[in-house]
């Protein structure tokens, strides 16, 4: 039978659980050895850059080069969900200028477009579109809460990796945002301080 731990699941015959190890020695009347690093390594969930509960043992027998080895996997981890966020961020506020430009006079960087393009563009950017800020910043804040989970300091780096892709989108287009994509930036920021102020009370 198996045990949910996260978003994983553990079969109840844990290989590196205390009971199980003296259960196995009975039945083979031999030494059973304990990979350390193995053990919290398999509880090491990449998505969320936690380590089970349940390794602390195995953890506090570890090595010191063992438990610099699952630090910096847990740091690679949560640099790569950072720049997850920030690429999403880039090509996101690059499709929202692109649709910007195309409601405001038709003009893309491969040229003229059609009025039905016109049309459409006019329509994602409008107040409840695909592209406006309604949406967007809430877009943006969303992944961020998914890749962060309920943590407030994990939040506080997705914010700073939201705003890096921001502005490297900035860059790309020539070092300015239209006024759409400002107050996008502007909105979702508002969204991460409102994150906080409700964790604040929930505290209290």
């Known amino acids: 039978m198996g045990m949910e731990i996260g978003t994983k699941v553990w079969n109840s015959h844990d290989p590196y659980s205390t009971q199980n190890v003296k259960q196995d020695q009975k039945k083979e009347g031999s030494d059973v050895k304990m990979s350390g690093e193995e053990s919290v390594l398999n509880r090491f969930d990449k998505e969320t850059g936690t380590i089970s509960k349940k390794s602390t043992y195995e953890i506090n027998k570890m090595s010191k080069e063992d438990r610099d ?11 790569e969900r950072e720049q997850s966020l920030t690429d999403m961020v880039r090509k996101l506020i690059g499709g929202q200028t692109k649709a910007f430009n195309t409601a405001n006079g038709g003009i893309t960087f491969s040229g003229t477009v059609s009025q039905e393009a016109i049309r459409q563009a006019q329509k994602d950017i409008s107040e ?20 962060a989970g309920d943590d407030v ?5 997705m914010q700073s990796a939201m705003n890096k892709g921001i502005g490297q989108a900035a860059k790309a287009l ?11 930036q502007e909105a979702a920021n508002k969204l991460f301080d409102d994150y906080y102020k409700s964790k604040e009370v929930s505290d209290q």
């Not at 695909?130 to 910043?137: A, F, L, R």
């Not at 300091?153 to 780096?157: L, R, Y």
């Open 128 to 147: 409840d579109g695909y592209y406006g800020v309604k949406q967007t910043s809430q877009r943006l804040f969303d992944f961020a809460s998914a890749l």
């Open 174 to 184: 020539g070092g300015h945002l239209p006024s759409i994509s400002k107050d996008t």
């Open 69 to 79: 080895a699952i630090v910096a996997e847990m740091q690679k981890a949560e640099r």
């Open 153 to 157: 300091d994990k939040m506080k780096k």
